[in-house]
């Protein structure tokens, strides 16, 4: 399977970012361990991180058409990102949406999704796991 993993907004800062928060490991830790794992072995996984909306949103098209699943962790644009739905919902890649943090124990704010009900599931406050039980979810589905 080509599985796309995107990140949006400000998780290029994983590590330095509110560690107490979002954990101690760089974006590049986590994804050198997610590599690694044998549920990730004979698939090929397209990492992507911007913090500009609409960069998300063409990496998403251009690779519409040959990705098989994608995992999306959008950062604030969770929250707020009526364009991100649409495009999630317009390509019809099959998509888990990825939150390190428990979304619904934080802010008010963070309890709105834009995009939960256009994506498989939503799973949020297993940290790095949460991309694993996203990955497992998607290969086994
Ligand atoms: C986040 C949660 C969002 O509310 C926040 O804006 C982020 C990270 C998470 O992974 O827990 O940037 O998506």
Redesign the pocket.
């Known amino acids: 399977m080509k599985i796309l993993i995107l990140n949006?907004?400000?998780?290029n800062l994983l590590g330095e970012r509110e560690p107490e928060?979002?954990g101690s490991e760089s974006l590049h830790d986590v994804t050198r361990w997610l590599l690694d794992q044998p549920v990730a072995q004979g698939h090929r996984l397209f990492f992507y991180q911007s913090n500009h909306e609409g960069d998300l949103i063409d990496f998403m098209q251009a690779h519409r058409r040959t990705a098989d699943a994608m995992i999306i962790?959008?950062?604030?644009l969770?929250?707020t990102s009526i364009a991100l739905r649409d495009a999630i919902s317009g390509c019809q890649i099959p998509t888990v949406e990825?939150?390190?943090?428990d979304?619904h124990a934080?802010e008010d704010f963070?309890k709105t999704s834009m995009i939960t009900d256009v994506c498989r599931t939503q799973i949020?406050g297993q940290g790095k796991n949460g991309y694993l039980t996203a990955l497992q979810l998607l290969v086994d589905h």
Do not use: D, I, Q
């Open positions: 949006g907004p400000n998780l928060v979002y962790n959008p950062g604030g969770t929250h990825v939150h390190l943090s979304v934080r963070r949020a």
